[in-house]
């Protein structure tokens, strides 16, 4: 595939740590937010880490999670050729074992996060290390991302009500017993809308389990879910302390949303009828003088705005990030 596999994802990592910068892992359910980022990322010559979970799966292949890994796949690959960037993909929060084995027999992903982070330790540890070893089984060429404590929030229908913070002497026993490539951590950040004045984040702490795990021979990348209200500071501050992936997903839904909403809100006479005219939708207004005007109701005009708009933002989250003119790829 024309997308980047797992061992050229380890050296974005690797060049990652080295030079102090994270990579913004973006979540995707469709090809306008996708197409958005590509765009965002190739702008400033930045990688890209395109993330689906299960549910986006489903969503892509109606209600198939495997068909909608296909197209999601297939559309990815298509579409990567055009930018010279790396352009990778990864499987967010993923729990369901068979789902797991399917992507490894395909070798579709650049890598898969193992979440069991919701199960007492030596049950996550035991999980974890399963997925670690589907590598090897499938002969796969997928990094395994996997996850210890508790993010408060709900993510892909996974729900913690209270944060459970990361401790480093476990988290070096973690992922020595495991083998994960890289290691999600709890340091206050919150899945869903959140807002980071109200956050209590631990930045001392992400440098704290990094500090733990290179005492311990292990240059493990370190990874931040639940981002999308931590401000621009505060996401540099982490950075400081081996965070080189970093989760995004709130942020894009509501700009897709805001973006269409804002742009029908704006051309509401030429979608919607004026005052007095019956909402006859079903004979398409047949029995009215008034029209709606298809140069603002065709999906593909609000579709390049969002596009447009997620390109913005994603540029931008790269410039926070340090991403932006580190590609490898050309």
């Known amino acids: 595939m024309s997308f980047y596999d797992g061992s050229e ?43 689906a979970s299960a549910g986006a799966c489903r969503f ?18 298509a579409l990567a050729e055009g930018f ?17 084995e399917y992507q490894m027999e395909t070798d579709i992903p650049s890598s898969v996060m193992i979440d069991a982070s919701h199960e007492p330790f030596e049950e996550n540890v035991a999980e974890s290390k ?14 395994i991302e ?11 229908e996974i729900a913690v009500e209270d944060a459970f913070y990361t ?3 476990q988290a070096v026993e973690f992922v020595d017993r495991t083998g994960c490539d890289l290691l999600a951590i709890s340091v206050g950040t919150q899945h869903g809308v959140a807002k980071g004045k109200d956050l209590e ?53 509501y700009e897709y949303t805001r973006t269409a909403f804002d742009y029908y809100d704006e051309h509401r006479d030429a979608i919607f009828p004026p005052e007095g005219v019956p909402d006859s939708r079903d004979t398409f207004f047949n029995d009215t003088d008034w029209s709606p005007n298809k140069d603002h109701f065709d999906p593909r005009v609000t579709g390049r705005e969002i596009r447009e708009r997620i390109a913005d933002v994603h540029a931008d989250l790269t410039e926070v990030s340090g991403s932006a003119g580190n590609s490898k790829f050309d």
């Open 9 to 51: 994802l380890a050296t974005v990592y690797d060049d990652a740590l080295e030079e102090g910068f994270g990579l913004i892992a973006s979540n995707i359910a469709e090809p306008n937010t996708m197409i958005g980022l590509m765009e965002g990322a190739a702008r400033n010559d930045s990688d890209l880490l395109l993330q």
């Open 60 to 77: 892509a292949g109606n209600g198939d999670a495997k068909a909608g890994l296909k197209a999601l796949g297939g559309y990815i690959d």
């Open 84 to 100: 010279d960037i790396g352009v990778f993909l990864n499987m967010d929060h993923q729990t369901d074992m068979d789902f797991i």
């Open 130 to 143: 399963k997925v670690v070893e589907m590598v090897d089984e499938y002969d796969a060429d997928i990094l």
């Open 146 to 156: 996997a996850e210890l404590g508790q993010i408060k929030g709900v993510e892909d």
């Open 167 to 169: 401790d480093p002497e």
């Open 201 to 253: 984040l631990r930045p001392d702490l992400a440098g704290d389990i990094r500090q733990a795990l290179r005492d311990h021979g292990l240059d493990t990348p370190l990874v931040l879910h639940g981002s999308s209200g931590v401000q621009p500071d505060q996401l540099q501050e982490m950075l400081q302390h081996g965070i080189c992936k970093v989760n995004k997903d709130t942020r894009y839904q």
